[in-house]
């Protein structure tokens, strides 16, 4: 039988980022306004399959997934507010890709855009067997003007049919939900839905496939379902595996659930061992079991003592328990990566939280400055004249108290933070020599970049989950160019030029916001408010600067990379070729779609930006005024006209490159007579 699953999940604003969660599913970087920082996590081995549906009546910007996250964001208020609701449910592997993305986005429109619902839908296909689907939804519907309903009510309390009143003779009111979205029947009519959609295509593909929501008891089998592990409990049970392998021993479940699966296992193999028809097949599996079971035994010994045999000291010993801790179990490369990912995002907090003592102690300074030039004008930094000393002080004792916790958080996490690259190191060893044992023929392969080790990384942790030695590696066979150093560095260099810029658009309209809030708190005038607002505009102008000396950095880095690749074209024309679309060339190499000819490479660089133009007015709304068109058509023609005198100034210097070495290579006499006529 065919598997079935679905689960549903909240997404709550205590403890969860919907933004981050979107950033994630999605494989894309998006910038979280509350969090003030861009949410990334890299580059997925398979993109993610992302898209957006939404009821008609919806507005237009919820179909860009960052503005859509930011959005609820705001309009959820409270600390502990349901953001979204998320959706996961198991694709059929035996249908094509389109025809996954064909089913689940039936499912999704039927079910809950239908229903008011906008669905954020990313489909994974990380792993061959895996296909997945992430279904992103909001929670709170939309009114028939595109503008936020609300998701609860308040009612009259009724019993037997009859209002309840208060003892001051007003009725007791109750709060109720506006949709049903939280009721147990429909989730179960969203179970049932699924399985019903998969039936379907099945049915009409010609499959011989079936699939139920219903329990193991409801469908008439004598299987007794396991409980589902927590991640935390996940990882605990898969450290003692893995320890029972190493030590030879039988593995022993830790966790309280753990034994209950182990148990209920036991019980179903025997209830499947009583079954005729159902005893053969696991007969056929068993075989199978102990022929990997052996295997792997023999292999993971092997593994196992190519990490034993690589020395290490107690200091070494002690920062890996250290990051075992935190991650929970056995650590490989990609697990100390991760870790160090997850202390990188530790680490942007405790820059931004820096960056804001740096505005507070420029404020506290400019409000000095000006209490000694002109006392009245304190005003501006919301202190009061003749209180200035005193508030003065008391803010500097707190603004000290802050930096205090700051630099001890820093400590701690500096200590941490070596530590976990040391960690990083030692697995980048462990992964190289248990990649070399597993697969000797591809040990000539260099290791001159994180991105080759970390995939050498990947099929050791292959091996250890399959026990399978592949014949062929797909990339290392399919070509080194991915991993080639010039490769990643320029791929680093275009993905920092696109969230730098990301980022200062987001930076310019981050200040302008706390500008505003300054002028609006000033107006009403609260001193409190007026410090704070005070704070943030300078933080906001500290991140604007910091940026920008970010850009001119990249900038100089994006005409180095053009010089290089472009040896034959003048430096001053290169140098006049404006940086976004240095950036947009460069990008042609990273793709491989580059002819080396700077004049060819600007004309496809133009044909890809009026391609991309066009598409967003095929996108736009018809009922879009005349303005709007002709500003965007304005854009397109001043980047083309832009692009027309680049190519033009371009093949003049490759013309006249190209009579130079002409003249360069006749023969003597005849550029002796060439010189005579």
Same mark, same amino acid.
């Given at each position: 039988?065919?598997?079935?699953y679905?689960?549903?999940?909240?997404?709550?604003?205590?403890?969860?980022?919907?933004?981050?969660s979107?950033?994630?599913?999605?494989?894309t970087?998006?910038?979280?306004?509350?969090?003030e =920082?861009?949410?990334?996590?890299?580059?997925?081995?398979?993109?993610?399959?992302?898209?957006?549906?939404?009821?008609?009546?919806?507005p237009?910007?919820?179909?860009?997934?960052?503005?859509?996250?930011? !959005?609820?964001?705001?309009?959820?208020?409270?600390?502990?507010?349901?953001?979204?609701?998320?959706?996961?449910? #198991?694709?059929?592997?035996?249908l094509?890709?389109?025809?996954?993305?064909?089913?689940?986005?039936?499912?999704?429109?039927?079910? *809950?855009?239908?229903?008011?619902?906008?669905?954020?839908?990313?489909?994974h296909?990380?792993?061959?067997e895996?296909?997945?689907?992430?279904?992103?939804?909001?929670?709170?519907?939309?009114?028939?003007?595109?503008?936020?309903?609300?998701k609860?009510?308040?009612?009259?309390?009724?019993v037997?049919?009859?209002?309840?009143?208060?003892?001051?003779?007003?009725?007791?009111?109750?709060?109720?939900?506006?949709?049903?979205?939280? +009721?147990?029947?429909?989730?179960?009519?969203?179970r049932?839905?699924?399985?019903?959609?998969i039936?379907?295509?099945?049915?009409?593909?010609?499959?011989?496939?079936?699939?139920?929501?219903?329990?193991?008891?409801?469908?008439?089998l004598?299987?007794?379902?396991?409980q589902?592990?927590?991640? =935390?409990?996940?990882?605990?049970?898969?450290?003692?595996?893995?320890?029972?392998?190493?030590?030879g021993?039988?593995?022993?479940?830790?966790?309280? @659930?753990?034994?209950?699966?182990q =148990?209920i296992?036991?019980?179903n193999?025997?209830?499947?061992?009583?079954?005729?028809?159902?005893?053969?097949?696991?007969?056929?599996?068993?075989?199978?079991? +102990?022929?990997r079971?052996?295997?792997?035994?023999?292999?993971?010994?092997?593994?196992?003592?190519?990490?034993?045999?690589?020395?290490?000291?107690?200091?070494?010993?002690?920062?890996?328990?250290?990051?075992?801790?935190?991650?929970?179990g056995?650590?490989?490369?990609?697990? #100390?990566?991760?870790?160090?990912v997850?202390?990188?995002?530790?680490?942007?907090?405790?820059?931004?939280?820096?960056?804001?003592?740096?505005?507070e102690k420029?404020?506290?300074?400019?409000?000095?400055?000006? @209490?000694?030039?002109?006392?009245?004008k304190?005003?501006?930094?919301?202190?009061?004249p003749? %209180?200035f000393? !005193?508030q003065? %002080?008391?803010?500097?004792?707190?603004?000290?108290?802050?930096?205090?916790?700051?630099d001890?958080?820093?400590?701690? *996490?500096?200590?941490?933070? !070596?530590?976990?690259?040391?960690?990083?190191?030692?697995?980048?060893?462990?992964?190289?020599?248990? *990649?070399?044992?597993?697969?000797?023929?591809?040990?000539?392969?260099?290791?001159?970049?994180?991105?080759?080790?970390? %995939?050498?990384?990947?099929?050791?942790? !292959?091996?250890?989950?399959?026990?399978?030695?592949?014949k062929?590696?797909?990339?290392?066979?399919?070509?080194?160019?991915?991993?080639?150093?010039k490769?990643i560095?320029?791929?680093?260099?275009?993905?920092?030029?696109?969230?730098?810029?990301?980022?200062?658009?987001?930076?310019?309209?981050?200040?302008?916001?706390?500008?505003?809030?300054?002028?609006?708190?000033?107006?009403?005038y609260n001193?409190?408010?007026?410090?704070?607002?005070?704070v943030?505009?300078e933080g906001?102008?500290?991140t604007?600067?910091?940026?920008?000396?970010?850009?001119?950095a990249?900038?100089?880095?994006?005409l180095?990379?053009?010089?290089?690749?472009?040896?034959?074209?003048?430096?001053e024309?290169?140098?006049?070729?404006?940086?976004?679309?240095?950036?947009?060339?460069?990008?042609?190499?990273?793709?491989?779609?580059?002819?080396?000819?700077?004049?060819?490479?600007?004309?496809?660089?133009?044909t890809?930006?009026?391609?991309?133009y066009?598409?967003?007015?095929? +996108?736009?709304?018809?009922?879009?005024?005349? *303005?709007v068109?002709?500003?965007s058509?304005?854009?397109?023609?001043?980047?083309?006209?832009?692009?027309?005198?680049?190519?033009?100034?371009?093949?003049?210097?490759?013309?006249? +490159?190209?009579?130079?070495?002409?003249?360069?290579?006749?023969?003597?006499?005849?550029?002796?007579?060439?010189?005579e006529?």
């Amino acid at each position: 039988m065919s598997l079935f699953y679905m689960t549903v999940r909240n997404i709550n604003k205590s403890t969860q980022s919907a933004v981050a969660s979107a950033s994630y599913r999605s494989g894309t970087a998006l910038y979280s306004e509350r969090d003030e =920082e861009t949410k990334s996590y890299g580059t997925r081995t398979v993109q993610p399959d992302s898209f957006i549906l939404a009821p008609e009546h919806a507005p237009e910007w919820v179909n860009n997934r960052e503005q859509l996250w930011n !959005e609820v964001e705001k309009v959820e208020k409270n600390w502990n507010s349901r953001l979204a609701r998320e959706v996961l449910v #198991a694709l059929p592997v035996e249908l094509t890709n389109d025809q996954q993305k064909q089913l689940v986005t039936e499912y999704a429109k039927e079910n *809950f855009v239908d229903e008011g619902m906008v669905a954020d839908i990313s489909i994974h296909r990380d792993r061959n067997e895996n296909p997945h689907a992430h279904i992103m939804l909001t929670v709170r519907p939309f009114n028939e003007d595109g503008t936020w309903g609300n998701k609860r009510k308040k009612v009259p309390k009724m019993v037997n049919g009859e209002v309840v009143l208060k003892e001051n003779g007003n009725p007791e009111m109750v709060s109720i939900h506006l949709t049903n979205w939280n +009721d147990k029947e429909t989730l179960q009519n969203w179970r049932k839905n699924l399985a019903e959609k998969i039936n379907e295509f099945y049915q009409e593909l010609g499959f011989n496939e079936r699939v139920s929501h219903e329990s193991y008891e409801k469908q008439g089998l004598d299987i007794i379902p396991k409980q589902r592990l927590t991640r =935390e409990e996940y990882a605990v049970e898969e450290k003692a595996k893995k320890e029972a392998i190493e030590n030879g021993t039988e593995y022993v479940a830790k966790t309280y @659930y753990g034994k209950v699966n182990q =148990e209920i296992e036991q019980v179903n193999q025997e209830i499947k061992a009583i079954k005729n028809q159902i005893e053969r097949e696991q007969n056929k599996v068993v075989s199978l079991s +102990d022929y990997r079971e052996a295997r792997e035994d023999s292999l993971l010994d092997k593994l196992n003592k190519v990490r034993k045999d690589i020395p290490l000291s107690s200091e070494d010993w002690k920062s890996i328990k250290i990051v075992a801790n935190r991650v929970g179990g056995f650590i490989d490369y990609k697990s #100390a990566k991760d870790n160090v990912v997850k202390l990188d995002n530790w680490n942007k907090n405790l820059n931004r939280q820096m960056l804001l003592l740096e505005a507070e102690k420029n404020t506290l300074l400019k409000a000095k400055d000006m @209490y000694l030039k002109e006392p009245s004008k304190t005003l501006l930094y919301g202190f009061i004249p003749s %209180q200035f000393k !005193e508030q003065y %002080q008391e803010k500097v004792d707190n603004y000290k108290e802050k930096k205090a916790k700051l630099d001890n958080s820093i400590e701690v *996490f500096n200590e941490l933070y !070596e530590r976990s690259k040391r960690v990083v190191d030692i697995q980048k060893e462990f992964a190289i020599e248990e *990649f070399n044992y597993l697969y000797p023929n591809y040990s000539h392969i260099p290791n001159d970049s994180d991105e080759i080790i970390e %995939q050498k990384g990947k099929y050791v942790q !292959e091996f250890r989950e399959s026990a399978i030695v592949n014949k062929n590696l797909p990339m290392f066979d399919s070509g080194m160019n991915k991993f080639d150093s010039k490769h990643i560095k320029l791929n680093s260099l275009i993905k920092n030029w696109k969230e730098t810029n990301h980022s200062l658009v987001i930076a310019e309209r981050t200040k302008n916001k706390y500008k505003k809030e300054y002028n609006e708190n000033y107006k009403k005038y609260n001193g409190k408010d007026i410090y704070v607002s005070s704070v943030k505009y300078e933080g906001a102008k500290i991140t604007l600067s910091n940026l920008e000396k970010e850009k001119e950095a990249l900038q100089g880095k994006l005409l180095e990379e053009m010089i290089t690749r472009y040896p034959n074209t003048k430096q001053e024309l290169i140098e006049s070729i404006p940086s976004k679309i240095q950036s947009q060339v460069l990008e042609l190499h990273l793709n491989g779609e580059q002819s080396g000819i700077l004049s060819k490479d600007l004309e496809k660089v133009k044909t890809n930006n009026l391609n991309q133009y066009k598409n967003k007015d095929v +996108d736009k709304d018809k009922n879009k005024n005349d *303005f709007v068109q002709n500003e965007s058509s304005n854009v397109s023609n001043d980047i083309g006209s832009l692009l027309d005198s680049l190519i033009k100034a371009t093949k003049e210097n490759e013309t006249e +490159d190209e009579k130079h070495k002409k003249k360069k290579n006749k023969p003597r006499k005849l550029r002796d007579l060439d010189n005579e006529l």
